[in-house]
């Protein structure tokens, strides 16, 4: 549960790093009268939304990890090989994720040209990431590395599936993007709508460096270091 | 009372307001309804129509347990089926639903100043993956070989195995309902939070936020942080279950014969369920803590006590719960380190919530005590936590709970504490806020005596329990038979309480009654019968209107619990009162 206490402690530091500006020792009763500030954001609420969703996919996945380290722990752990296509599909991700941080910067200052180059590529990058995934599924099948054969091969299947239906989750939106960046809607709502696109592809890009990182562990971590030796071996 | 500045002066919203939707027909007025008070009644419905079934179920328990093998349709499968569903109705799809999806709905809008959920698609859609989830879950009792009889907490390997009731479809749609859930509530959930942190109105800071909304936001961040555990458990045992992985399935020999599982560990599931299994005592009590707060201040007329201390404790309480989930797994065997962190743990967590007890009855003390029925409601729900939770304080001890956790003792704890405790405020609420929802008053005679049948029924149910679990009478059994260390008094008793849980279940009836009758006949209330100083009292049509508010949003001037200040000329005055109109 390492990895699910060191997301929980980021959580918590946020939660306390919010509390601590909303006057927690405020004495409510002896301050009747107009107050300015209610301590909300001045962050479109939209983004605080998807911030919060963030929270909860980040907790889905730390527990996944979790679970997948807990197993590890456990003996008896037959790991599964890594297909070199995941190598590519990585980059696949990181151009994707690339291109709408590049859409993003062309929304701020107002290039639609460069909205619509960069929404396209980074949807076309993560079609191509998609598919590699699939290929990577259909190679370690053929290796033998099928759904049931250990649990090694099942934990893969089942979180790079989870992530690969985030990604497909995150296309519906970003056709919905796409569809009001050619609609040539007005300017603000479409950088919005492109900035929530980038911020849910940075998270699911980190999401998935750090699910590679833990693939490529071969040996099971030790319960005592577990999150040193993984933060070792990742970098 | 210290007034910081000058009425006239109104601060322009932080946050601009949101588009209000507008309901063209009768099927998105009523059916699929965007705004919050639509779908907080939807879901209260559902909720505890499904509820009632479980009410229903736990009958079928009781008559067995009183009288074994006298009713012919109770199976020892049926009796599991029964057990394992009643569990899982009343704690998720029950309490959970209703103090989130049902108070939260309504509350939430209406107490901080806001028109509406600030998502309010997606809240509907909350609503309806809600109805989804339970009608998969009514399914699975005309499923061939019924519900799933694994019992509430589901626990691999025999919750899929051959031999387990409900094991062709039960426990399949099970998970799925679980997994539907889960997502229909994080819709839900994302509304709840966002619209606290983003919707509140002008001067409604969160220090002046009434504890219900503090208590259903804490609760709501903990249900997102807590049910993914459960979401990643039930997706994982379906692998298992349909696709024949292994995740929590060991190499077993069944009958002979090698099953194709292995490598699994059964206790990783138990490790996800209780990481979310004991958050979720909290996510039911922390909406009970915030709104008997609200109930006891304004039924005695005096501002909470402590209201820092509320909010802080809250916040501890929710901190703490994630640490404390290893106590429900004493007897699966653990590190004797890791037994004595999770009783300490466990034990600590009793801190913050003495002090929330200590608040309300220094807040009653010498308080204008109105015995309304929400108000015995709230006494009621103390007196029956502190009981619920001081057994809990035996049970967290590794030395008491080993021999203690396999018998009634664990039933009449929890029931104590996570049942009856809640079910008492969500009564309490429902007198409390019925006036504003319908514009008219439930019948405070029949109120009374549901009050007075449920609460004194509780405890004819509840407490020669917990004496049955001290004699060692063991839970989850079919029927004793003859068991050498339980005296034949054991079965009187157990006749005794059957009858009880029986009258108090009828009793029900009446609360049901009082709910139809007195939307027609009931007295009108007015738009504050309590004259309580919330904003939902403030609205300016009762029931509130589409949108909550008039042409403009309420402006707060003060905190939720201005009652009886010395010299105001009522004894409350709303939060949306300016202080210059004070009388001082």
Known sequence: MNILYLFLAVIAAIVAWWLVQQRLTAKPWLEAGPIGATGASSLPTAKIGLGVFLAVVGCLFSLLISAYAMRMDMGEWRPAPVPALLWLNTVMLILSSGALQWARVAARRGGMDGVRAGLLTGGGMALAFLAGQLIAWHQLDAAGYYLTANPAAAFFYLISGVHGLHILGGLVALGRTMDKAWQGVAGGNVRLSVELCAMYWHFLLFVWLVLFGLLLLTDPIESDSGLVSLIWRIF | ?584
């Not at chain 2, 608040?359 to 108000?375: C, F």
């Not at chain 2, 008053?441 to 449920?454: A, P, S, V």
């Open chain 2, 1 to 584: 009372m210290v007034d910081i500045g000058v009425a006239e002066v109104i601060p322009p919203a932080e946050v601009e307001d949101v588009e209000l939707y507008h309901p063209k027909s009768w099927v998105t007025k009523y059916v699929f309804c965007q705004d919050a008070k639509v779908i907080a009644i939807q879901y209260s419905i559902t909720a505890i129509s499904i509820g009632l079934a479980a009410l229903v179920m736990s009958w079928f328990i009781r008559l067995q347990l009183a009288f074994p093998g006298t009713f012919s349709f109770i199976t020892p499968s049926n009796y599991y089926q029964f057990v394992t569903m009643h569990g899982m109705i009343m704690v998720i799809y029950l309490l959970t639903a209703l103090f989130l999806g049902g108070f939260g709905n309504y509350l939430i809008p209406l107490m901080v100043g806001a028109r509406d959920m600030v998502f309010p698609y997606v809240n509907m859609l909350s609503y309806w993956v809600y109805l989804l989830a339970v009608l998969v879950l009514v399914a699975s009792f005309f499923a061939p070989g019924g519900p799933t009889g694994a019992g509430w907490t589901l626990y691999p390997p025999q919750a899929i195995l051959e031999g387990t009731p409900g094991r062709p479809w039960g426990i399949i749609l099970m998970l799925a309902s679980l997994i539907l859930f889960i997502i229909g509530f994080t819709m839900g959930g994302l509304n709840y939070v966002v619209t606290v942190l983003q919707g509140r109105t002008r001067g409604m800071t969160m220090m002046r936020l009434p504890l219900t909304v503090w208590g259903i936001f804490t609760a709501t961040i903990l249900a997102l942080l807590a049910f993914p555990a459960l979401f990643v458990a039930s997706v994982m045992m379906l692998f298992d279950r349909v696709l024949g992985t292994s995740f929590f399935m060991p190499a077993i020999v069944q009958a002979g014969e090698h099953l194709k599982y292995a490598g699994g560990s059964p206790i990783l599931f138990q490790h996800l369920f209780w990481f979310f299994g004991h958050p979720e005592v909290y996510i039911v009590a922390l909406p009970a803590f915030g709104i008997v707060s609200d109930l006891i201040s304004t039924h005695a007329r005096k501002n909470i006590f402590g209201y820092r201390m509320m909010v802080w404790a809250l916040v501890a309480i929710a901190v703490l719960s994630f640490i404390v989930w290893g106590h429900h797994m004493y007897i699966s065997g653990m590190n004797p380190p890791f037994g004595f962190f999770f009783a300490t743990s466990t034990l600590i967590i009793a801190v913050p919530t003495a002090i929330k007890v200590y608040n309300w009855v220094l807040t009653l003390w010498r308080g204008d005590i109105h015995l309304t029925v929400p108000m015995l409601f709230a006494l009621g729900f103390i007196v029956t936590f502190v009981n619920g939770g001081i057994t809990g304080l035996f049970l967290g001890n590794v030395i008491v709970d080993v021999p203690l956790s396999a018998t009634m003792f664990v039933v009449a704890h929890f029931h104590m504490v996570m049942g009856i405790a809640p079910i008492l405020v969500v009564f309490g609420g429902i007198y409390h806020w019925y006036p504003k929802i319908t514009g008219r008053m439930l019948n405070e005679r029949l109120g009374q005596f549901h009050f007075w049948i449920t609460f004194l029924g509780a405890y004819l149910i509840y407490f020669p329990m917990h004496y049955l679990g001290f004699i060692g009478v063991p839970r989850r059994y079919y029927e004793l038979g003859e068991t050498a260390f339980v005296p034949p008094s054991a079965a009187s008793l157990n006749v005794f309480i059957t009858t009880a849980a029986l009258i108090v279940g009828a009793a029900q009836i009446v609360f049901f009654f009082n709910l139809i009758w007195s939307l027609s006949k009931g007295k009108l209330a007015g738009g504050n019968p309590w004259k309580a100083t919330t904003l939902e009292w403030q609205t300016p049509q009762t029931p509130p209107g589409h949108g909550n508010w008039g042409k403009e949003l309420p402006v707060v001037y003060r905190w939720a619990y201005d009652y009886s200040v010395p010299g105001a000329a009522q004894d409350f005055l709303p939060q949306n009162q300016p202080p210059a109109i004070q009388a001082r």
